[in-house]
């Protein structure tokens, strides 16, 4: 249990950004964390902090070893959780990687549901729009609908991201309507900038891919739905996007008979913490919101 205390010390310390305040979360003196700190670094044979009389600031290894420490921990508290009371308050840091536009529309609401009903997990939100390995970028959950997978990793999904392509009247009646997928390379594109200018429609033989010029590129969905709206293009968005504009017709539907691929939203967790009774209560919300939203 050395090695366990010492890396509470070490992580108590990398948020604290010092050996004093670490001590007083941790209720024990500030040479105990220290050493605890020290010990840790005669164990690995590395430092993890730059010490100054200032300030501590973490390492280049600190930096890279501080999320999966921080796993390690939670995997630990865990399991001891398990072996204790069934009905114990679940207890964890999750530490999550998701997409801006869609945990501003809907995933950021459910995460505080799921915070408000277990006040004892701690998340930490990091939004980013491309895809992440869990593992070596130490995250508990990496939630994407990209078809990335990665070794070590468990692809749990959590439910289908209908798309669509779409104009204003305005902007159809000025630049034409198209007929085709190939008509678009005459069009103002609105691209989507993590999912690329390459855009897929189903047509009647088969897959056809579009390689557009991007009038405008954005990694906001919002951005571009807004856009679209004014009459600056044709966009190719997530329907949740644009469901109000569609509905009160501010937008239309284009190439209707060219579906757009659905894709899955999917959340790619590390198989060491697939079955971390934290994970799998958020995963479980994360569905059962996603369900109702999309």
Known sequence: MDTLVNLEAFLATADAGGFSAAARKLNVATSVVAKRVTQLEDRIGTALFHRSTRQLRLTEAGQRYVHRARGVVADVGDLLSRMGEKDRDLSDHLRIKAPTSLTVAWLADAFTTFQMQNPSVRLEIVMIDRPVDPV???????????????????????????????????????????????????????????????????????????????????????????????????????????????????????????????????????????????????????KASLSRAL
Not at 251 to 265: C, T
Not at 270 to 279: E, G, L, S, T, Y
């Open 136 to 286: 070596t970028e130490g995250f508990d959950i990496a939630i994407g609908a990209f078809p990335h997978s990665f070794g070590g990793v468990v692809d749990e999904p959590l439910c289908q991201l209908p798309r669509l392509l779409c104009a204003s009247s305005g902007y159809l009646r000025k630049h034409g309507t198209p007929r085709h997928p190939r008509d678009l390379v005459d069009h103002r594109c609105l691209s989507f900038l993590p999912t690329g200018p390459d855009w897929p429609f189903e047509g009647p033989r088969g897959r056809i891919n579009i390689q557009v010029r991007p009038y405008l590129s954005s990694n906001e969905g919002r951005v571009l739905t807004q856009s679209a709206i004014a009459g600056n293009g044709i966009a190719l968005l997530s329907h949740y996007l644009v469901a109000n504009a569609l509905r009160d017709g501010a937008l239309k539907p284009v190439l209707a008979d060219f579906p757009i691929p659905e894709l899955w939203v999917k959340a790619a967790v590390p198989a060491r913490r697939i079955d971390a009774a934290a994970v799998q209560a958020l995963l479980k919300t994360l």
